[in-house]
Structures are given as C-alpha cells and as structure tokens.
C-alpha cells in the first residue's frame, strides 16, 4: 500500500500545478502500467480517471481492459494485436488529450452504516486512541464526504480517500483472519467497505446492509472509481430492517447522478 504523504505538484510559469508526463512500464507481457505520479492525491487519481475514460471511449486496437488505481492505469492488451512499443507510441498521444471534461461527474452515494458495538467492533477501541468517545469517533466518521479511489483486493472492495485526520489510526499490527461482508473500517488515512467476508487490517466501525458485491445482480459491483460517499448512521433495528429488503431485492440505494 502507498504511503498517504502529500507532495505538492510542480509549478508551471504562471503558478498553476503543471501535470507530469505518465511512466509507462512493462507489466509482465499482456499489461502495461502507466504510472502518473507517486503519492495518493485527489489531483492524481482524476488525472486516472480521466485517461481510463479517454482509452474505454477511443477502443484502442488490442487494449482489453483497463484498471484504474490511486496513481496508476494498468492497461491489458493483446500482444497479438498491438505490441507493447507501438501500444506505448499510442498511449503516449492519448495523454495528450487528458482533460476534466473527459471524466462523467462523480454520483453521490449513501451508504446507511450501523455503529452498534457488536457490528462496530472497533469503535470504542478507536475513540480510546485518540481520546474521543464512540459517539465522537461516528460523528466525525459520519460528517466526511470520501472520494472513491479505485476498487480492488476483491471484487467491489472500495478505497476510499477524505478520512478526517482526528481519526487517523495505523492498521492492525495483527489482520484478523475474518471481516464479515459490508464492515466498515478506517486504516491510516483509509476507509472502506468490505465487499465479501474476507481477512483484513482495518478497524471496524460499523456495517452497512448493502451488498457491495452481488454477482446475481444486473450491475454486480455498486460503487465505482469516482463516487462521493457519504455515510448515514442507523440505528440496530433500521439496520435489519434494511438487511432485510436488501436480501429481499426491494431496497433502493440512494444514488445521485450528477449533471
């Protein structure tokens, strides 16, 4: 995992952030990587963002598919088709074309997260680093609006940037074995959402109903790269009420899309 220090961008004649040409490197023989910097930043990531748009539009000849993370763009391609030269030669003037506009605006996703202590089994240990309570820790965790930065380690598995830095807390020196699906957790600088049960390293400070991850669904992943996200405390019983429409296929996320 990167490290979440900050470094400020180069400078261009007239004192505005001046973008960095991308490095391209080989990532064994059917991907390449195409790194745009190397820290975690809001600037950085919508520089990604937008040339995976820019590539997914334009249907590059032998590009198969790309994934975008918090600095880079890995790009699959066949070498059948296009060899990794040429592939480079053409990636190089797409660059070039990189531009806000290229990107759809962001959609604003609740997530409902319940912070009951059996669910958000971190919680109390969490405030007592930082010498908060339960209900600050939730107050402060729940005010932050998060930027998704990419989706990754298991299908429909979040990072997500924009935690306050009150709550800044290392990772568990010791993974626990089992995170069940939909906890919600914060390490360092991150949060996410655990997708499926899986093993992990993050505190636990909640869970939300919602299926981040349903492969029978018509969209199987829910969030994606971009996305704001808000989280929107509910009581226990709310919670179940809401699992319970969720298993049944009759809940509604609230997501806004953007114009």
Known sequence: MLPLNDVSPSKGAGGNPTPRKAR?????????????GSTISEDLNQRVLQF??????????????????YRALLV?????????????????????EIAPQVVEPPRRVEIPCCYDPE?????????TQHGLTAQDVVRIHSSAQYITYFIGFAPGFPYLGGLPEEIFTPRLV???????GGSVGIGG??????SVESPGGFWI???TPLRLYDPSASQPVLLRAGDRIRFHPVDRADYEQMYRSVAAGTFRTNIQESV
């Open 205 to 207: 400070l909640g869970r």
């Open 76 to 96: 699959y391609y066949d070498p059948l088709i296009i060899e990794y030269e040429a592939l480079v030669e053409q990636l190089r003037r797409w660059e070039t």
């Open 52 to 69: 995976d748009n820019l590539l997914r539009k334009v249907c590059l000849p032998g590009v198969l598919e790309t994934v975008p993370s």
């Open 119 to 127: 669910l958000g089994f971190d919680l109390t240990a969490v405030g």
């Open 24 to 36: 391209y490197l080989p990532a064994g023989d059917r991907a390449l990587s195409v790194e745009f």
């Open 174 to 180: 010791r993974p626990r074995d089992k995170i069940p």
């Open 189 to 194: 600088g991150q949060c996410t959402i655990y």
